[in-house]
């Protein structure tokens, strides 16, 4: 079996693309980069865990370029462009097909962003895959939860449902046009970051997050951050149809793993975001409205009458 210095040097240790940024990358003690005068350094990090965020026979394309997408979709809901990634691995054998498959992945979305691999850890273990990445954003313009104000629009961008859809229908739990399936199962295995919308929020969005959980938790947590309450109209909320409206609202609004952003602007706003929404040939929607206090999100349906907000995805909600 290849060593570990071996396997980081053939599958994880790329020529840097960030030029003067990267001064030093995969290879030494630690990595060296160069902020920019100005700019806040942004860090965020999330762990994937076979049998827990994915299946034991996942395709590994799919798993490299999502374990780095959910990452910069972190980065994307603050506003920042992103820059370095580091990977922390365990790995029960090095499977060489296996690695070269996960590495490709990996690595076509990181070009795509220019974000440099610049270092990590691997070991041996059951399968699990941490994802650092670290960007930049001008220290004033940081989209942040806690910015919403009563009166400010709420926006979503792309749309919500269809990786709960794909989840669903892979565990039985609901069934599927093949179109359908094809299409939502593409968002579960190879979600898009919104990267360039967040950099353009900048200035625009009051607060802003990536829907992960579901869209309405990840909603409450900017209303609990911002202090604020929201009326939503489901019927606006751009979402998966599968001819099964319960299973549709349940997805929408609680299924996560969409990675689309939510984001929060004053009506001064409007203008500016449908213009965005042509230039980066990415559907904004205006779904309602952020109230005064109390704290508390209400749905409401075609008829005007409250719905039930589901709960989002918790992992320590259940006894596992
Ligand atoms: P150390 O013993 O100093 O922690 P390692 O042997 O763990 O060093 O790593 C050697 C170099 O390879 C370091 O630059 C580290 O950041 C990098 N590295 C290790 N694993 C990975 C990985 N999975 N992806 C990218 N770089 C990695
Ligand atoms: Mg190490």
């Known amino acids: 079996m290849a060593s570990e210095f071996e396997l980081i040097r053939r599958f994880f240790d790329r020529p840097v693309q960030g030029g003067a940024r990267t001064l030093l990358g995969v290879g030494d003690d630690a990595a060296l980069l160069r902020v920019d005068p100005g700019m806040a350094l942004v860090v965020s990090t999330d762990m994937l865990l076979v049998d827990r965020h994915f299946s034991r026979d996942a395709p590994p394309r799919a798993l490299g370029h999502k374990a780095l997408a959910v990452n910069l979709s972190d980065l994307a809901a603050m ?32 070009r795509r962003f220019e974000v440099d691999l610049v270092g990590g850890d691997t070991t041996r273990g059951p399968l699990a895959i941490s994802v650092t990445v670290l960007g930049e954003v001008p220290e004033a313009y940081a ?39 094809s299409i939502a199962r593409g968002r579960l295995e190879m979600p898009e970051p919104r990267v360039a919308l967040g950099e353009r929020l900048r200035g625009l969005a009051s607060a802003a997050i990536d829907v992960s959980d579901g869209f309405a938790a990840d909603l409450g947590h900017v209303l609990e951050r911002s202090e604020v309450g929201a009326v939503v109209h489901y019927e606006s909320l751009p979402r998966l149809r599968t001819g099964d409206a319960e299973l549709d609202a349940r997805c929408a609004l609680a299924g996560g793993d969409d990675y689309e952003l939510v984001f929060t602007a004053g009506q001064e706003a409007r203008g500016a975001l449908e213009a965005l929404a042509c230039e980066l040939a990415l559907p904004l929607t205006r779904i309602g409205a ?7 999100l209400v749905l409401l349906d075609a008829g005007g009458l409250e719905m039930a907000a589901p709960a989002g995805y918790d992992h320590f909600a259940d006894a596992s």
């Open 143 to 181: 989209l942040l939860r806690g910015g919403a104000r009563p009166g400010d629009d709420i926006w979503v961008s792309g749309m919500v449902g269809a990786a709960g859809a794909a989840l669903a229908a892979s565990q039985n739990r609901a069934r599927l046009e093949p179109q359908t399936a």
């Open 290 to 296: 952020i109230q005064a206090r109390p704290v508390r």
């Open 79 to 110: 506003g920042a462009t992103p820059r370095w990634a580091t990977l922390s691995i365990a790995l029960p054998a090095a499977d060489e097909a296996w690695l070269t498959e996960f590495a490709e992945g990996l690595f076509a979305l990181a």
